[in-house]
Nanobody, 117 residues
Framework: VQLVESGGGLVQPGGSLRLSCAASGFTFSSYGMSWHRQAPGKERELVAAITSGGSIKNYADSVKDRFTISRDNGKNMVYLQMNSLKPEDTAVYYC???????????WGQGTQVTVSS
């Protein structure tokens, strides 16, 4: 099982980034997927989640109307489009796959996002 994030980097406030997460080794289309982030000295928090079929999406209040989660089950990919980035969005962003019925949860290794001028 692998979840590999990419797309992080340094961006100025107000800029945009698109994170990608490539999944392999499990039945991707059966798993809910989510993005989480962890800033230095803070707990990991949920940013956005999407159901297995992609019909339901949820967002943390802090990113609503700025971030968009999406998935492509044909490519085993999940994405996080991040617009209007703020310095407080700086964190390591992690991709997670979960299937409560089986109790399986998988995490990626994370990708660093830094928002700074």
């Amino acid at each position: 099982v692998q979840l590999v994030e990419s797309g992080g980097g340094l961006v100025q406030p107000g800029g945009s980034l698109r994170l990608s997460c490539a999944a392999s080794g499990f039945t991707f289309s059966s798993y809910g997927m989510s993005w989480h982030r962890q800033a230095p000295g803070k707990e990991r928090e949920l940013v956005a989640a999407i159901t297995s079929g992609g019909s339901i999406k949820n967002y943390a209040d802090s990113v609503k109307d700025r971030f968009t989660i999406s998935r492509d089950n044909g490519k085993n990919m999940v994405y996080l489009q991040m617009n209007s980035l703020k310095p407080e969005d700086t964190a390591v962003y992690y991709c997670k796959g979960s299937r409560p019925v089986s109790g399986n949860t998988y995490w990626g290794q994370g990708t660093q996002v830094t928002v700074s001028s």
